[in-house]
């Protein structure tokens, strides 16, 4: 079971702060935590029993659609052997985990780690509360601990055949000493978990009971709309509050920080109104002329500079380069992205002068507190964040909680009176925390016989922990650039053998605030990689599947996705009239991956993306249809990446201001997934982000088969696929 943390309050901002650069679904909605426990005995932190035998499994981390706090409720209902059809969930509150020490662990749900990283404790959890509630049981009846069993929650003495229930001793075991030394199942003994049951949320949210952060309403509740300076860097410099101060329901309009400006009203429609009607002049500052244009030569420049950090070194790859019967060479690039998620950023928040709650929906919960502890003046024992579900989240509500503290900088002036703070679309893709913008370039060797001899990688581009959380920096080098091209670890390995190879990183920061975007560098990363991977193959007069099983060699995890995909798709056999497939594999977030792809191109230039394979290997696959969906919606995600995902910059501002201006992938447009969930065991790997990497090379690779065209940038939208 987790150790108790110790934590002051200092260490706790510092740390939340940095925790949310890296890397959790209430079915109550905790206002004011009163709904938490309900009075019910809590047998640990993680397992609460009630009388009627329900079950709640208290999860740190937060459900945005992944699947995390089903699979994490499973794991502990395995170990608990409690009956799955009573099992329900709860948030705790980062304020409770705080004057816990910290016994729920990390908040941060980020990096595909809700599972990965926390099943450990919480099976525990669940196998020390079985512990208890026996023992209880055992107590009661004056009999030895081992002559009884259980089964779905019914504690049974097999010797006078006398039964009783969970909820009937819950009670007892809960003053219960917590037992030091709990084994766990081993997973082929799994009978809950491994399973695909489904989820916990499901009737939710398809009888509209779900809530989301949108959602919360309070007593007396007023509504604020937010600008804030529309270009990079820039400040408020003055509003006339006079000319709205009359407009229908307006109560309040009120500087925000140095760079906002905020109407309050007593709906939100009257509060976006007024500030639309608001005169404000803004300090646009130095970022004034910034463009795309500037920022993709400030790039280019770094592609041949002679600094860069190193991320991986193999060999002497300059003098295999210069000794090549072949060389290959290529510069990819990879856009601005904006997280755009359903649901804009909003908070509410209600300030008094001893006592600041906010609610709101986030990835990171203590770095929500965090925030609000600042915002609000006041200390931490005096201040909490109740979580409500996301309506999307991928990375945007992790990394930064700028939203939060508006909200509770607005709530700030005008004390005792709740406030919901609710983000335009506009402002919401104006002011983002946007995927970086790289370029690489690719330079292999290849030696007279066709094999791979030398690699030189090089990233030119921005670097999100010098944006976002500079202390993570180590020797100004940012480890999160070289995402799944590391020569080791658990987390993500190059996988190809390569005897000269230098994989390096020359950090360009433009101004524009990076963040940490779903899959986040593995994304580029495996798209430079697998796309370059396939020219190199071409080059050679090799095939791209044989090309890439001669350098995995070495690599059997990385090869098995590989080989799976390929046998699946049909590989080396006659595809459709005028389908062509592309191959792409990958490793990050501690899970192996491959895809398929099979697309059509007209002779006009239209893409139909007709067919997608995808392998998957997690070490322990806890719920098989949850990682099943979670791929299907990574080819979503990736694929409208590749389609149509790009911000531009014009006059120090986004150009992108909606759906209209970004577009998201339709439904029409959605290839036929086919996932194989291929688990082999002794680790455990991440399913929410993984497969991203290989939707864009996979459908590039493919696309090249089709057409003979290399694209090497995105989105799709800019390239020309006609065959003329």
């Known amino acids: 079971m987790t150790a108790a943390l110790d934590v002051s309050r200092r260490s706790f901002l510092v740390g939340s702060a940095a925790a949310a650069g890296g890397l959790a679904l209430g079915f109550n909605i905790p206002f004011g935590g009163e709904a938490f426990a309900q009075g019910a005995p809590e047998i640990n932190a993680w397992v609460v029993v009630r009388p009627d035998d329900t079950v709640v499994v208290r999860v740190g981390r937060v459900e945005m659609g992944q699947g995390t706090l089903t699979?994490?409720?499973?794991?502990?209902?395995?170990?608990?052997?409690?009956?799955?059809?009573?099992?329900?969930?709860?948030?705790?509150?980062?304020?409770?985990?705080v004057a816990r020490s910290r016994v729920w662990g990390n908040f941060q749900t980020a990096g595909s780690r809700g599972v990965r990283d926390s099943h450990d404790y919480m099976r525990k959890g669940g196998a020390a509360a079985r512990q208890m509630l026996i023992q209880a049981a055992a107590n009661q009846w004056g009999v030895p601990v081992g002559e009884c069993t259980v089964a779905k929650g019914v504690i049974t003495h097999g010797a006078s055949g006398r039964t009783t229930t969970y909820?009937?001793?819950?009670?007892?075991?809960?003053?219960?000493?917590?037992?030091?030394?709990?084994?766990?199942?081993?997973?082929?003994?799994?009978?809950?978990?491994?399973?695909?049951?489904?989820?916990?949320?499901?009737?939710?949210?398809?009888?509209?009971?779900?809530i989301y952060s949108m959602d919360v309403k309070r007593p007396g509740m007023l509504n604020a709309a937010i600008k804030a300076c529309p270009v990079f860097g820039g400040k408020l410099k003055g509003f006339d509050a006079a000319t709205v101060e009359g407009m229908p329901g307006v109560k309040k309009i009120v500087r925000v920080g140095d760079d906002a400006v905020a109407v309050v009203a007593d709906t939100w429609w009257r509060a976006k109104s007024a500030l639309d009607a608001l005169p404000i002049e803004w300090d646009e500052g130095p970022n004034a002329q910034l463009s795309s244009e500037v920022i993709a030569q400030m790039l280019k420049e770094g592609l041949t500079a002679e600094q860069a950090f190193v991320g991986n070194r193999a060999g002497d790859v300059k003098a295999a380069i210069a000794n090549a019967a072949k060389t290959v060479e290529a510069v990819y690039g990879f856009p601005y992205q904006h997280h755009a998620t359903m649901e804009p950023m909003n908070a509410t928040a209600l300030w008094t002068s001893d006592r600041c709650e906010v609610w709101t929906a986030t990835q990171n919960a203590e770095a929500a507190l965090a925030t609000a502890v600042d915002a609000a003046g006041?200390?931490?024992?005096?201040?909490?964040?109740?979580?409500?579900?996301?309506?999307?989240?991928?990375?945007?509500?992790?990394?930064?909680?700028?939203?939060?503290?508006q909200a509770v900088l607005i709530a700030k002036q005008m004390p005792g009176t709740p406030v919901k703070l609710i983000w335009s679309r506009e402002e919401d893709m104006l002011h983002g925390r946007y995927h970086p913008i790289t370029q690489a370039r690719m330079v292999g060797a290849l030696d007279d016989q066709g094999n791979l001899t030398g690699l030189h990688m090089r990233i030119s581009g921005q670097s999100i922990l010098a944006g976002l959380n500079p202390q993570g920096l180590q020797n100004g080098r940012d480890p999160a650039t070289f995402q799944g091209l590391n020569p080791s670890g658990a987390e993500g390995?190059?996988?190809?053998?390569?005897?000269?190879?230098?994989?390096?990183?020359?950090?360009?920061?433009?101004?524009?605030p990076p963040g940490f975007w779903r899959g986040v560098n593995n994304n580029q990363n495996a798209l430079y990689l697998e796309c370059f991977m396939d020219e190199l193959a071409h080059a050679a007069g090799q095939d791209p599947l044989e090309f890439r099983r001669k350098l995995l060699v070495n690599h059997p995890k990385h090869l098995a996705v590989l080989d799976a995909v390929a046998e699946k798709a049909g590989w080396g056999t006659q595809a459709p009239q005028g389908v062509y497939r592309g191959l792409a594999q990958h490793m990050g977030y501690g899970s192996y991956v491959a895809a398929c792809a099979e697309v059509?191109?007209?002779?006009?230039?239209?893409?139909?993306?007709?067919?997608?394979?995808?392998?998957?290997?997690?070490?322990?696959a806890v719920n098989p249809q949850q990682i099943a969906a979670q791929i299907e919606g990574s080819f979503v995600f990736g694929l409208t990446a590749l389609l149509y995902g790009e911000i531009t910059l014009k006059n120090g501002r986004v150009e992108q201001e909606n759906f209209d201006t970004y577009p998201m992938m339709r439904m029409t447009e959605m290839p036929a997934v086919e996932s194989i969930v291929m688990p082999s065991g002794d680790f455990w790997g991440g399913v929410g982000e993984p497969t991203i990497f290989v939707a864009a090379p996979a459908v590039l690779n493919a696309i090249f088969a089709a057409t003979g065209k290399r694209i090497r940038s995105g989105p799709l939208t800019n390239a020309d696929l006609s065959k003329a």
Not at 85 to 96: A, F, I, M, N, R
Not at 382 to 390: A, I, P, S
């Open 71 to 97: 699979g994490l409720a499973q794991l502990v209902a395995e170990e608990l052997e409690c009956d799955w059809s009573k099992v329900t969930t709860e948030y705790p509150t980062p304020g409770q985990n």
């Open 167 to 210: 909820g009937k001793v819950a009670d007892a075991a809960s003053k219960l000493e917590p037992p030091k030394d709990v084994p766990l199942k081993d997973p082929k003994d799994w009978t809950v978990a491994g399973k695909p049951v489904k989820r916990l949320d499901t009737a939710a949210k398809l009888n509209g009971s779900q």
């Open 378 to 405: 006041l200390p931490i024992e005096k201040c909490d964040v109740y979580r409500l579900n996301l309506g999307g989240g991928f990375g945007r509500r992790a990394t930064s909680h700028d939203f939060v503290r």
């Open 493 to 512: 390995v190059f996988g190809y053998t390569v005897p000269n190879l230098l994989i390096d990183h020359a950090m360009r920061n433009p101004p524009v």
């Open 600 to 620: 059509s191109v007209s002779d006009d230039g239209a893409l139909k993306i007709h067919r997608i394979v995808a392998a998957t290997d997690c070490g322990h």
